[in-house]
Nanobody, 119 residues
């Protein structure tokens, strides 16, 4: 059974930083591409960062230079370091394995962690 537990969210002022964590179980983590998504209220979920098992990363343009994704395969955990946060980064953040799907073909999701950027 796949389980994803995101943590580390909170409220921060513009320009601040947060580090999100996602503990994954039930997937072959060391061979799984992991992604961080976010969903603002009323909008579709957006892929913001990915990391391959070997550490190759990619980012959506809006977070390049501010967010850094990393992973610890020994701990089955993926991280998202978010710096220079902006109000438009406010969203619920989720992680998901990009190459693992439910029997019905959907992505696996956890409960997410809320990030609020506001003064």
């Amino acid at each position: 059974q796949v389980q994803l537990v995101e943590s580390g969210g909170g409220k921060v002022q513009p320009g601040g930083s947060l580090r999100l964590s996602c503990a994954a179980s039930g997937v072959p983590f060391s061979s799984t591409i992991m992604g961080w998504y976010r969903q603002e209220t009323g909008k579709e979920r957006e892929l913001v960062a990915t990391i391959t098992p070997y550490g190759t990363t990619s980012y959506v343009d809006s977070v390049k230079g501010r967010f850094t994704v990393s992973r610890d395969n020994a701990k089955n955990t993926v991280y998202l370091q978010m710096n220079s946060l902006k109000p438009e980064d406010t969203a619920v953040y989720y992680c998901s394995p990009l190459n693992s799907f439910t029997p019905s073909g959907s992505r696996y999701w956890g409960l997410g962690t809320q990030v609020t950027v506001s003064s």
